[in-house]
């Protein structure tokens, strides 16, 4: 089972369809006590971080998290829900995130070496896998979709699975231990979008996590 | 590197895509998720859906062919037409869509653009905008209400005034070339893709292959929609792909 944290952010009804379409239970909740009992959490994410974080301090979801995190529960933030995994962002002033990762997240520049390029990073980019992890077994690096105007800087190579080329490098998969993020959304990226979710809630059902 | 995207785009009226749609393999042309399929099959990149119903039950039923889409497809869509509060833009959103398109509301109150950008972020906000050459000025002049009203406001300075008030992308309409069929609006979509820092979807024009190459090297459009060659399978969407890779340019 999954649970879908819903902190007022995001759209999740694309990624609870998603589920649904490779037949994984899920449940959308912002209720602890039901999120606990979860064998792996999705931390979706539209928006600016700022108010992202807000909610999730508000509603104590976010200790909820990183102690979720720290007992060895799967954790998947997709698109924004990656970056609140990270430190913290510079997105509209400088916003502490919920730590689980190193790095922050920093504006696309929208130059590089003199000529001006569009910002947000919006379309279908390919990956470029670094790492095996979980999330890419027996996937080929194909297109997926993103939409983003911040980008995570400084995270542990270690931690970087995938990433795509958008006059950055621009970490695109992510993943230490139990704690997983996607910049781009899976749930929007096709046949590849879907494979990987469905990677996440295969290596969800192989974990054992200590109640 | 970041791939151009193809957008084909759906009429829908009363929750029924309109304007004659001849795919052969459709058992139901007017059925607007057994269409976004056939496109989505084909390798378009993305979707956009306007809602051209003219009451408001009929802009109820939009939202459950947005629910339908999202419910079946894994690629992004975008929906415009009767979008003229946050309300609508969170109806649209919260059934499923990635993005709203903004065209006369948005003339008529730019505020409108913000409360969306800052609400749901600059990526969920589209400004849609008609453009008309207007010889007296020199320039092009944004038009309203799908293209039947003239406005003060020229294209260049309304596009800066979008992008800065936090739209995330442009859908630029060319009066002048939309039915012709005699190719994109180049000087347009170059014009406005150079004035502003986010992406352009030039539309407008489209009549073969040959013209999406155009707009995307000399006109630097991101993206390019287009709505009746496709239905009419004059080309698909597979086929401007594999003319457009041909020619050098970046698609999936």
Redesign the interface.
């Known amino acids: 089972m999954i649970g879908i944290v819903d902190y007022g952010m995001g759209?999740l009804?694309?990624v609870s369809?998603?589920l649904?379409?490779i037949g994984v239970p899920y449940i959308i909740s912002d209720k602890k006590e039901q999120l606990d009992k979860t064998d792996g959490l999705i931390l979706p994410g539209?928006?600016?971080f700022r108010d992202a974080m807000k909610l999730l301090d508000e509603t104590n979801l976010s200790e909820f998290i990183i102690e979720q995190a720290d007992k060895g529960k799967p954790i998947l933030g997709i698109c924004?829900g990656m970056q609140l995994l990270f430190d913290e962002s510079e997105e509209n002033g400088v916003f502490k995130g919920l730590g689980l990762l190193k790095g922050k997240a920093v504006l696309f520049p929208?130059e590089s070496n003199g000529e001006?390029?569009?910002?947000?990073?919006?379309?279908?980019?390919?990956l470029k896998f670094h790492q095996d992890s979980p999330l890419t077994a027996e996937v080929h690096a194909d297109?997926v979709?993103?939409?983003?105007?911040y980008f995570i800087t400084g995270e542990e190579r270690d931690a970087l699975v995938a990433s795509s080329?958008?006059f950055e490098e621009v970490p695109a998969v992510v993943g230490k231990g139990n704690v997983f993020g996607m910049q781009f959304?899976p749930?929007?990226?096709?046949?590849l979008?879907?494979a990987l979710l469905k990677n996440y809630t295969q290596y969800v059902q192989n974990t054992e996590v200590e109640v | 590197m970041l791939t151009k995207r193809i957008i084909p785009c759906l009429d829908v009226k009363e929750g029924r895509v309109v304007k004659g749609i001849q795919f052969v393999e459709l058992r139901d042309a007017g059925d607007p998720v057994e269409l976004a399929r056939a496109y989505d099959q084909q390798g378009a990149d993305e979707l956009v859906f306007l809602d051209i119903s003219a009451s408001h039950e009929g802009r109820k039923t939009m939202v459950d062919v947005v629910q339908g889409v999202a419910a079946e497809l894994a690629i992004p869509f975008t929906v415009g037409g009767g979008i003229n509060a946050l309300e609508d833009m969170k109806r649209i959103l919260r059934a499923g869509a990635d993005k709203v398109s903004l065209n006369t509301a948005a003339v008529l109150r730019p505020e409108l653009i913000r409360e969306g950008a800052e609400y749901f972020g600059t990526q969920c906000i589209v400004v849609a905008i008609d453009a008309k050459w207007d010889e007296e000025a020199g320039t092009w002049r944004v038009y309203t209400h799908g293209g039947r009203k003239s406005t003060d406001k020229l294209v260049i300075d309304w596009v800066k005034e979008a992008a800065s008030l936090g739209a995330g992308e442009i859908l630029l309409t060319s009066m002048d070339r939309d039915g012709e069929k005699s190719g994109f609006n180049i000087a347009l979509t170059k014009a406005v893709s150079e004035a502003v820092n986010i992406p352009v979807i030039a539309s407008g024009g489209a009549g073969g292959s040959e013209h999406f190459t155009e707009v995307f090297t000399e006109g630097k459009a991101d993206a390019a929609l287009a709505a009746s060659i496709f239905h009419y399978e004059e080309t698909s969407v597979k086929e401007v792909k594999a003319h457009l890779k041909n020619e050098g340019v970046n698609v999936r």
Do not use: C, Q
């Open positions: 759209n009804f694309s369809k998603a649904e379409r539209v928006g600016a924004l929208g001006r390029y569009k910002v947000p990073h919006m379309g279908w980019n390919k297109h979709y993103f939409v983003h105007s080329d958008y959304h749930e929007k990226s096709g046949d979008g879907m």
